[in-house]
């Protein structure tokens, strides 16, 4: 009896509940209704978040600098691709010595190779000491490289 008397209640409080209502002054209904005295669109709060520097093209000084970088990796993959000339020809001598100088040789190429492909990630702050450490390792591999070959 106690159950039927909790359900009779809820259905009838629950029917008044889903009543449709046709009263034009429905929550959703003011919610479209356009705002008095506001004759302009409102921007998206998108527009407002972007900071200004960045929505600029990048300035010359970092334009010029990216270049630069790309020069430097263009000229370096060259080196690269003459050091592996090298090795190849040095893997195809007859002598036992320059095959083992050889497997050496590329795992350090390979290393280089590795950095190099960093290249792109560089920051203009650190480029300086990157790109003398990479030319300094450069010109260690190309000597050791002719050093095998004698």
Do not use: N
Not at 31 to 47: L, Q
Not at 57 to 74: C, G, I, K, N
Not at 118 to 130: E, I, L, P, S, Y
Not at 133 to 147: M, N
């Amino acid at each position: 009896m106690r159950k039927l008397a909790i359900a009779l209640t809820t259905a009838l409080l629950g029917a008044g509940a889903c009543k449709e209502t046709t009263d034009s002054t429905r929550p959703e209904d003011k919610m479209t209704k356009p705002i008095e005295g506001i004759t302009e669109p409102v921007p998206k709060p998108m527009d407002h978040d972007v900071p200004s520097t960045a929505k600029e093209e990048p300035s010359t000084a970092e334009q010029e600098f990216v270049q630069t970088r790309d020069q430097y990796a263009a000229r370096t993959r060259a080196r690269l691709e003459k050091i592996d000339d090298k090795l190849a020809e040095l893997r195809q001598s007859a002598d036992v010595r320059a095959k083992q100088a050889a497997a050496e040789l590329r795992t350090r190429r390979d290393q280089l190779a590795r950095r190099l492909d960093t290249v792109g990630m560089q920051a203009k702050r650190g480029w300086d000491q990157f790109e003398t450490d990479l030319s300094r390792t450069f010109g260690e591999l190309e000597r050791d490289i002719d050093s095998a070959f004698k």
